[in-house]
C-alpha cells in the first residue's frame, strides 16, 4: 500500500504513545519532497502542541561502497581511461570533508523556509546511514512523528519510494509522515524561480561526482539566492567551492 500511494502517508504505530507533548520530526536532506516534509511536520507540531524539530544525517560511507562497486566492474585499462582514481579524490575531498557543512547549509535552508525566528527551533546533524541516524534520534528524544520526503536526492524514474523512507517507515518507534509531491507546493521564504547557470559554471558543476551533484548544485544555488542573484556566476560558484571545501 505504501509503494502505491500517489499522496502522504501515515504510518501509525498501534503501541505508539500519543503525539501531544512530544517532539515531531522533520527530516531533510535539502531535497524538494524533504521541504514537504518540514512544512507539514511544522503544520502537526502547531496543531497538536508538539516540539518541532529539524533533522538531517550525512553518510560519509556512501563513496566508498560506489568505488569498491565500479572497481570490482571495471577492467584496470577502462579504470584508468575514466579516471576512477581521479574521481574517487574528488570524492574524498568533497564527501569526507563538506559533508557536515553542507547538511549545516540544508538545515538553515529548512528554518528560512519555514519562516522562523532564529533560535526557535532545534536542529540537529549527525553521520551515518540516514534512515538509522533517524530512527535513533527518534528513538532518544522519544518522539511522537517523524516526517520524511518520499524521495530524497537521488530519485530514480522506476522506484515507488526511496529506500531511507522506507526503511523508516518500518523502523521507527513513533508514527511516520511520508510526504509526496514536494516540487509542486509553495515554499515559503524560498525563492521559487528556478536558478539560471552561466555556462562555465554548469561546466564546472559537472566535474562533480553525479551522485554528490545535486546536493552540491543546491547549495551552491542557495549562496548565490543569499546574496540577491538570480544567475550562478563562475565567482559564487567558486566562492561556494572555497566554503564546502569542494577545491
Known amino acids: 500500500m505504501l509503494r502505491r500511494a500517489p499522496c502522504d502517508v501515515?504510518?501509525?504505530?498501534a503501541k505508539a504513545p500519543g503525539c501531544s507533548g512530544r517532539p515531531a520530526l522533520a527530516c531533510t536532506d535539502g531535497s524538494s519532497q524533504a521541504g514537504s516534509a518540514l512544512r507539514k511536520a511544522a503544520a502537526v507540531?502547531?496543531?497538536l502542541a508538539m516540539e518541532l524539530r529539524l533533522f538531517a544525517a550525512y553518510d560519509v560511507e556512501f563513496h566508498k561502497t560506489i568505488f569498491k562497486t565500479m572497481a570490482r566492474s571495471l577492467s584496470t585499462a577502462r579504470q584508468r581511461e575514466i579516471g576512477l582514481d581521479r574521481q574517487e579524490a574528488v570524492h574524498e575531498?568533497?564527501?569526507d570533508k563538506s559533508l557536515e557543512a553542507l547538511y549545516s547549509t540544508f538545515l538553515q535552508d529548512g528554518i528560512r523556509e519555514l519562516a522562523l525566528p532564529e533560535g526557535e527551533v532545534r536542529t540537529s546533524l549527525r553521520p551515518g546511514k540516514a534512515y538509522r541516524a533517524i530512527v535513533d534520534y527518534a528513538g532518544e528524544?522519544?518522539?511522537g512523528l517523524v516526517a520524511v520526503g518520499r524521495f530524497g536526492h537521488n530519485f530514480e524514474p522506476f522506484s515507488d519510494i526511496g529506500s531511507n523512507a522506507e526503511a523508516v517507515a518500518r523502523l521507527a518507534p513513533c508514527h511516520v509522515l511520508v510526504c509526496n509531491g514536494g516540487a509542486n507546493l509553495p515554499r515559503a521564504g524560498i525563492e521559487r524561480e528556478p536558478m539560471q547557470w552561466e555556462d562555465e559554471a554548469m561546466r564546472r558543476l559537472e566535474r562533480i561526482p553525479s551522485s554528490v551533484r545535486p546536493m552540491a548544485k543546491r547549495a551552491i544555488e542557495q549562496q548565490a539566492r543569499a546574496q540577491g542573484m538570480r544567475v550562478v556566476t563562475l565567482q559564487i560558484l567558486e566562492s561556494a567551492a572555497g566554503r564546502?571545501?569542494?577545491g
Open 10 to 13: 501515515l504510518i501509525a504505530r
Open 45 to 47: 507540531a502547531a496543531s
Open 93 to 95: 575531498e568533497l564527501i
Open 141 to 143: 528524544t522519544g518522539a
Open 244 to 246: 564546502f571545501g569542494m
